[in-house]
């Protein structure tokens, strides 16, 4: 694994120079009819750099306490524009029940001091943005593995998708979206945080739950998770890609 980390830093620059072209402007560069193809290439060739150097079941660099950022950024939306969110938010989230369904054997709906009880995971890990800034966190929380475990995933699950709080701007009725394959959905870096440097996850950074995904882009990481759903296909979910910044353009795999 070692022999792989100044590859996987050196793919990381590379997103991450490419991504100080994005976040800024995202939604304008999104709506134009150059961009897309020439974001879609560059996705490309970054996810055969990964698999060239690194397996799916690779692991993302771990660090240590003395590598914790000073402070960790909001990436996206700081505080949800949701009437609903903003009252669980007022009650410290007691309220807040994280549906699991689609295609599933059993139906969860886990509270917070539910998931709190399942087994967690813990990891210093960078967050690369595509805005072009990266910054190490300690992330503490539950093994999706565990909670899809539970929910029994039928053969036919192909995609988990996480349905989110955050209403976007510039639509009605559009709020956050992401999804990842089966393989990410059980790697054992992949979990649901619910901590952030030993604290409650911040609302800035996501509370109450977020996706953290280690070995893929800071987009992918979906934020104030409210539902996941195990899907076969992305046709009937927003745009049909797999992703709110994927139906505007993004490459829905972000591996670095």
């Known amino acids: 694994m070692s022999d792989s980390r100044p590859r996987r830093r050196f793919l990381a620059r590379v997103a991450g120079a490419a991504g100080a072209l994005l976040l800024a402007g995202c939604d304008r560069l999104s709506r134009s009819g150059w961009f897309p193809p020439i974001l879609e290439r560059a996705e490309t060739l970054t996810r055969r ?3 060239l150097v690194t397996s799916r079941k690779s692991m993302a660099q771990e660090f240590t306490e003395a590598d914790l950022s000073p402070g ?4 996206g939306t700081e505080v949800p524009d949701d009437a609903r969110y903003l009252a669980m938010a007022d009650s410290g989230f007691a309220d807040w029940v994280l549906e699991v369904g689609g295609l599933v054997e059993r139906p969860l709906k886990l509270t917070l001091a539910q998931l709190r009880q399942m087994p967690a995971r813990t990891q210093i890990t960078r967050h690369d943005c595509v805005e072009g800034w990266s910054a190490i966190g300690k992330w503490t929380g539950v093994p999706l593995h565990e909670v899809l475990a539970r929910a029994r995933a039928l053969p036919r699950a192909r995609y988990v998708v996480f349905h989110c709080a955050d209403p976007m701007e510039g639509t009605e009725d559009s709020k956050y979206y ?3 394959d089966m393989d990410d959905a059980h790697h054992p870096q992949t ?3 619910y901590a952030l440097n030993g604290a409650p996850l911040p609302i800035a950074n ?3 739950v977020r996706l953290r995904v280690e070995r893929q882009l800071g987009y992918k990481m979906a934020k104030y998770v409210m539902s996941v759903e195990l899907v076969d296909s992305f046709a009937h979910i927003g745009g049909g890609h797999g992703g709110y910044w994927e139906d505007r353009g993004y490459e829905w795999y972000a591996g670095i």
């Open 72 to 75: 960790f950024r909001s990436n």
């Open 206 to 208: 996501g509370a109450p």
């Open 178 to 180: 992401e999804s990842i």
């Open 49 to 51: 750099a990964q698999r």
């Open 191 to 193: 979990i649901l945080a």
